[in-house]
């Protein structure tokens, strides 16, 4: 490996990966330029350092796609002129929405079979959402309107605060189904909604078990924390949704 002439660590990092790791996992990073890719999941997460999507599913390149925003936040759909419209917090939705963008573009082309939103223990986003943000912050404070239907009228503790985590991920799945595509394809049972919690001193995602209405550790979970937005079958054929 070559030493970056200045000893910048990050320098270093980018030549460790080309020198190092590259070379062993080449022909499946050529074959993904050549095939495109393909990925099953859209990973919608909070942008916490310490959530790590590739650790966690084992996923390698051309598994996940992945948006990563402040709180694994889903923002409203928006009918009509995105610049007209206020959430249900009275915040402006003006702007350019990545996330929305993202998810209609898996949804749409690359046709995705999965979504999961992936919250997570000791998220800044939702201890802020009691606590509030700089004055300046002002599209902070609009985003974390999108968490506030999951905000407790009590103390910040540690067990409102995880709450409120696994709250927010259950709105976000709420949110998506909002979405004419993403509720189009789960009613045609071509997609399937999962919400995850991440508590980062256990190593262990609990994941949202719809039938019980709670949050399962995937050490006992029966199923990757599938939503009751998955289409299903009755025994008497009828399908069944909600
Ligand atoms: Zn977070």
Redesign the pocket.
Request: net charge negative; glycine share 24%; hydrophobic share 40%.
């Given at each position: 490996m070559t030493e970056a002439k200045d000893g910048d660590e990050l320098l270093t990092r980018l030549r460790q990966f080309h020198d190092n790791y590259f070379p062993h996992h080449q022909q499946r990073f050529q074959d993904l330029v050549a095939q495109g890719q393909h990925p099953k999941t859209l990973f919608i997460g909070?942008?916490?350092s310490r959530?790590v999507p590739y650790l966690l599913t084992g996923a390698g390149p051309g598994e996940l796609f992945i948006v990563r925003n402040?709180?694994?936040f889903v923002p409203p759909y928006i009918m009509g002129d995105p610049g007209a419209r206020t959430n249900g917090a009275g915040a402006p939705l003006a702007g350019l929405h990545g996330t929305m963008a993202a998810i209609e573009f898996a949804v749409l082309s690359l046709k995705v079979e999965r979504i999961v939103i992936c919250?997570?223990s000791h998220?800044?986003?939702?201890r802020a959402s009691y606590e509030g943000v700089p004055e300046e912050a002002r599209a902070l404070k609009a985003w974390l309107t999108l968490a506030q239907e999951a905000v407790l009228p009590v103390q910040p503790t540690p067990e409102a605060l995880r709450r409120t985590e696994q709250r927010a991920v259950v709105l976000q799945l709420e949110r998506l189904m909002d979405y004419p595509m993403v509720r189009r394809a789960v009613e045609a049972g071509q997609l399937s909604l999962h919400g995850w919690h991440y508590v980062i001193e256990d190593g262990e995602i609990h994941v949202f078990d719809a039938q019980q209405g709670d949050f399962l550790p995937a050490s006992v979970a029966s199923n990757p924390g599938t939503g009751p937005w998955r289409a299903w079958v009755e025994h008497d054929g009828q399908i069944l949704v909600d």
């Open positions: 909070c942008s916490d959530l402040v709180g694994a919250g997570h998220c800044g986003a939702i």
